[in-house]
């Protein structure tokens, strides 16, 4: 597994683990599913800590890869990284359209915003499950 790889790992793994606790709070009752400072608070705490994880996993994840696998990335890479990002744009546009057009007839407020935030969190883990998915099948663009 390349060091590519092994940070398309991290970060699903570290998205997976901060926002199901997260969304999992919402559905649970906690505030941050009705009240504006709560969420902040929490969803700030929460992709804070997300963004911790990642940094320190990239600083090991990089200081354990060999030099010749941290290299700039090749055509390979980026051809992997734009299927991803276009197939997380769809997803994206989806649920932006969801909030932007179907919500605001019957929801408002916090729960609007969490939907809203469900649908980027959404976007960017199937953004990286697909560069995953592509470097474990061995895309080729």
Known sequence: MNFREKSAWLNVLAMLAAYSLYFGLIIAGHPAGREVFPMLWLFGSIALAHAAIVIV??????????????????????????????????????????????????????????TGLFAIVLAELVNSAVVLISYRRGWHG
């Open 57 to 114: 996993g990239t600083i090991i994840l990089s200081a354990q890869a060999p030099k010749s696998e941290r290299v700039r990335a090749d055509e390979r890479d980026r051809a992997i990284r734009r299927r991803g990002a276009t197939i997380a744009y769809y997803v994206l546009l989806a649920g932006m359209m969801v909030v932007g057009v179907y919500l605001p007839f019957v929801e408002q407020g916090v729960p609007l915003a969490n």
